[in-house]
Nanobody
Framework: QVQLVESGGGLVQAGVSLRLSCAAS????????MGWFRQAPGKEREFVAA????????YYADSLKGRFTISRDNAKNTVYLQMNSLKPEDTAVYYC??????????????????WGQGTQVTVSS
């Protein structure tokens, strides 16, 4: 089992930056690739970013490249999502997730075994 707890969400104005954190406990964190997903009201959960177990490779939704950055610190069992130049359309619940799936599948919701409870990000215009 892996337990994931997100933090760092909140209500912000458009244009500012926010950093989300996801603290992991349980099984060895470094065994898992980690992903961030988000879900807006009335929409399906969508892929945001992922990082492989060693932090050597990162993956992003095309629409978010250049604004969002995923990183991880295996010594702290934590994965981060740096979000810059936030827009109202970034408003969603953000979830972190853990998987041992193949890297080519890291954009798939179904590839992840463990999920956090989510943290709300609301961006006002």
């Amino acid at each position: 089992q892996v337990q994931l707890v997100e933090s760092g969400g909140g209500l912000v104005q458009a244009g500012v930056s926010l950093r989300l954190s996801c603290a992991a406990s349980g099984r060895t964190f470094s065994y898992y690739a980690m992903g961030w997903f988000r879900q807006a009201p009335g929409k399906e959960r969508e892929f945001v970013a992922a990082v492989n177990w060693s932090a050597g490779r990162t993956y992003y939704a095309d629409s978010l490249k250049g604004r969002f950055t995923i990183s991880r610190d295996n010594a702290k069992n934590t994965v981060y999502l740096q979000m810059n130049s936030l827009k109202p359309e970034d408003t969603a619940v953000y979830y972190c997730a853990a998987t041992r799936a193949m890297e080519r599948n890291l954009y798939l919701v179904s590839a992840y075994d463990y999920w956090g409870q989510g943290t709300q990000v609301t961006v006002s215009s």
